[in-house]
């Protein structure tokens, strides 16, 4: 059974970063593609980040520039390294996963592995 468990998330100024983790058990982080959704209260799921199993990433346009997808396959954890944030971040964050070796930004239904979610709030 897949697991995938987030840590990271917290409250900071705009401007500020915070780095946010995704433990995986029960499933290899080298295998397939990994990906980052947020979602504000009200509105839909919102893809964030991806990375597939050849290291290459995708961005939302509204994070090019400040976030960064990664992972350590030997950690089998991977990563949203996120600076400059900004207010219009605040969101619940959440780590997804598929063993399908293509990424899809922004679909949600494309993957089957979902971490719980962990909140990020910025204040401006």
């Known amino acids: 059974q897949v697991q995938l468990v987030e840590s990271g998330g917290g409250s900071v100024q705009a401007g500020g970063s915070l780095r946010l983790s995704c433990a995986a058990s029960?499933?290899?982080?080298?295998?397939?593609?990994l990906a980052w959704f947020r979602r504000v209260p009200g509105k839909e799921r919102e893809g964030v980040a991806t990375v597939d199993r050849y290291g290459s990433t995708t961005y939302a346009d509204s994070v090019k520039g400040r976030f960064t997808i990664s992972k350590d396959n030997a950690k089998n954890t991977f990563y949203l390294q996120m600076d400059n944030l900004k207010s219009e971040d605040t969101a619940m964050y959440y780590c997804a996963a598929t063993w399908s070796f293509r990424c899809r930004l922004g679909d949600t239904s494309y993957y089957n592995s979902w971490g719980q979610g962990t909140q990020v709030t910025v204040s401006s």
């Open positions: 029960g499933y290899t982080v080298s295998s397939g593609c």
